[in-house]
């Protein structure tokens, strides 16, 4: 069987190659571009490889519906796949992911996000630059301990973002589409519920996965009844919130800040409206970098679905 490894980030591309070159029958094929990947599909049984802009994704998927296609199995090292969505993943093509190998350090990265807006740490680092001893920040300084956070989404990522956040003290209320017992959420509801859950929110932690259903799933009717002065973190995809009703929302001070590992594109251009708003927290989606761990988890994963290819002879996986 010959697979295709498109390393088109760097993500644990050194150990998920040597991992995939271990399995027995398994003929390894590494390609850094989109042009070698569309030049090698005509010879290939299995992808692996991350998401890609819509019109990448296009083309992929024009190449697997040719009546010369052999692919019958995908296999995303990144949690989403909206851009192959929205183009369209063929028929008979088995799909599989990553499956939360690195929900805990996107949790971390969350949690990293939401105590440096209510420590004040934007304030601190910008005192440190201008060598300044200021205490006047304090009264602004929150705990996330006694706090109620409200997770919207409960998939992988959600529930470590929930675990992380009981550790701190903080009482956890979960939005979710599928909602069900779960021993560290205080109340779950469903989706349905989430304008009342953000009017009692005193910090949002958003990870719902972007569907059509999802998309500006928080605008500028929900930001009206987010709790005054809340906290709001981003981890999922940054089409899921508004982005220009964010930004009037930190202007009014109705969000007191945000913390986004993601935004609508990416990069955030130069002008777009976020950039000027107060009490912003931007990192460049990197929350599931810098964990061995989550490397180890996304190998093994791949490794674990490619043995199984291989061995079914690519009926399935």
């Known amino acids: 069987m010959r697979i ?3 390393a088109g980030i760097p993500l644990a591309r050194q150990l998920i190659t040597a991992s995939l070159q271990s399995v027995e029958g398994a003929d390894v094929l590494v390609v850094d571009t989109l042009p070698a990947l569309l030049d090698a599909l005509p010879e ?14 296009v083309e992929i998927g024009r190449r697997l519906r040719s009546p010369d296609n052999r692919v019958r199995w995908m296999h995303f090292i990144t949690a989403g796949r909206e851009k192959f969505l929205k183009a369209g993943i063929p028929s008979g093509i088995r799909v ?13 990265h969350a949690l990293a996000l939401l105590l440096a807006l209510g420590r004040q740490l934007p304030a601190c680092a910008a005192s440190t630059g201008r060598g300044e001893w200021d ?10 301990e006694g706090q109620s956070l409200l997770v919207v989404g409960y998939g992988h990522v959600g529930r470590q973002v929930a675990r992380r956040a009981a550790a ?33 929110a005193d910090a949002i932690v958003v990870t719902i996965a972007l569907t059509e259903q999802t998309r500006h799933l928080i ?4 930001f009206a009844a987010v709790k005054s002065g809340a906290l709001l973190v981003n981890v999922a995809r940054g089409d899921v919130i508004d982005q220009s009703a964010l930004a009037a929302a930190l202007h009014a001070g109705r969000i007191a800040a945000a913390g986004l590992d993601v935004t609508e594109p990416e990069p955030l251009p130069t002008g777009d409206p976020l950039w000027g708003a ?20 996304l190998a093994q994963g791949v490794v674990a679905h490619a043995a199984r290819f291989v061995a079914s002879s690519g009926s399935e996986v």
Request: charged fraction near 20%.
């Open 278 to 297: 107060p009490n912003l927290l931007v990192s460049g989606h990197f929350a599931g970098a810098g964990s061995a761990p989550s490397v180890e988890r």
């Open 44 to 57: 290939v049984d299995a992808l692996v490889l991350s998401d890609c802009p819509v019109s990448e994704a």
């Open 4 to 6: 295709a490894y498109w």
């Open 219 to 222: 605008g500028a009717r929900l």
């Open 168 to 200: 701190f003290g903080a009482r956890i209320t979960v939005v979710t589409r599928t909602p069900r017992h779960d021993d560290v959420a205080s109340d779950i509801r469903p989706l349905s519920a989430l304008e009342e859950a953000l009017s009692t």
């Open 135 to 144: 205490r006047s920040m304090a009264v602004r300084a929150r705990s996330i």
């Open 96 to 108: 599989t992911d990553p499956d939360g190998a690195i929900a805990p350090t996107v949790a971390e």
